[in-house]
């Protein structure tokens, strides 16, 4: 089993920045070392949509909606993957979640909320 716990969420003022990390942990990963992390999110009555996603290379592919404000990144030692956020507006405002790709499944975490308002 793999267990994700994510970290960072808060209240932001819009224009304001937040870095979420989400850190993985479980026997599996000292076998498996290739797997892609990858941050979604969830507004209320709204479906989870990708936000950011990055490879165990490190290549990344983002949402346009967030292109050149949030920047995904890793650590592959700690197994953990941040979310750099910049420039937060209004619409930003949902439950982010992580999750990775091991062996064909999906492991997700318990997300943090995440509110842009002033």
């Known amino acids: 089993q793999v267990q994700l716990v994510e970290s960072g969420g808060g209240l932001v003022q819009p224009g304001g920045s937040l870095r979420l990390s989400c850190a993985a942990s479980?026997?599996?990963?000292?076998?498996?070392?290739?797997?892609?992390m990858a941050w979604y999110r969830q507004a209320p009555g709204k479906q989870r949509e990708l936000v950011a996603i990055?490879?165990?290379?490190?290549?990344?592919n983002y949402a346009d909606s967030v292109k050149g404000r949030f920047t995904i990144s890793r650590d592959n030692p700690k197994d953990t993957v941040y979310l750099q956020m910049n420039l937060l507006k209004p619409e930003d405002t949902a439950v982010y979640y992580c999750?990775?790709?091991?062996?064909?499944?999906?492991?997700w975490g318990q997300g943090t909320q995440v509110t842009v308002s002033s």
């Open positions: 999750k990775i790709v091991l062996t064909g499944r999906d492991y």
């Open positions: 479980g026997s599996i990963l000292s076998t498996y070392r290739s797997f892609v």
């Open positions: 990055i490879g165990s290379g490190g290549s990344t």
